[in-house]
Each structure stands twice: as C-alpha cells, then as structure tokens.
C-alpha cells in the first residue's frame, strides 16, 4: 500500500506559478512510475503529466506543455509539478498518483495509488 500526500496550492492570479509536491509513504524509486492529474468542478478528471520510475521519461498533456514541469526526487520519495504561467482554465483539484507500469500513462485506470489532492485556484 502506498499512501501519497499533495501539497502546494492555493490561490495565484493569472500568469503566476506554484509548484506542488506529492509525498510518497514509502519508497518509489524503483517501484511506481508517478502522474499529476487534475479535476475541475463537473469536469472529469484529466492526465496532466507523467515521470518513469527513473525520471528519464516524461510525459505530458498538450495544453501543459512549456508551462508545467514534473520531476522527482526518489530520495525524497518526492514527485512536483512546476506550473508556471497559470491560466484561469488550470484551476481545479490537482491529484497525484502511481502507476506499477510506465504504459498508458495517460490513463487513470492504470495509476492504483491516489492521493487526496491540492486545490489551485487561479484568478484574474
């Protein structure tokens, strides 16, 4: 069982940055790959980034791309996602979870471990 904690959002205007840390119960590094994902209110949830186990492989949502930046720290047992240059359409409770294979990353249904999610609210 993997228990992960969210943390780092919060309010931020238009065109600011946050960045948000995923905390692993136990150790990751060789074991899950990790993902970002995110809900919006009568939004389904959405893929917005993935990392391999080894953090060579990354992957992202097209409407992410040169603004958010995941990485990890498996000595930390620690998963961020940079978010720079946040539009109004970012906000939403932002979810982190891992996956045992790096395939499909897109896809929820392949993540097992959820965590409890951070709400980012980006105003005007």
């Known amino acids: 069982q993997v228990q992960l904690v969210e943390s780092g959002g919060g309010l931020v205007e238009t065109g600011g940055s946050l960045r948000l840390s995923c905390v692993a119960s136990r150790r990751t590094s060789s074991d899950y790959a990790m993902g970002w994902f995110r809900q919006a209110p009568g939004k389904e949830r959405e893929f917005v980034a993935a990392i391999s186990r080894s953090g060579h492989s990354t992957n992202y949502a097209s409407f992410v791309k040169g603004r958010f930046t995941i990485s990890r720290d498996n000595a930390k047992n620690t998963v961020y996602l940079q978010m720079n240059s946040l539009k109004l359409e970012d906000t939403a409770v932002y979810y982190c979870?891992?996956?045992?294979?790096?395939?499909?990353?897109?896809?929820?249904?392949?993540?097992?471990?959820w965590g409890q999610g951070t709400q980012v609210t980006v105003s005007s």
């Open positions: 979870a891992a996956a045992s294979l790096w395939s499909n990353t897109a896809l929820p249904m392949q993540y097992a471990y």
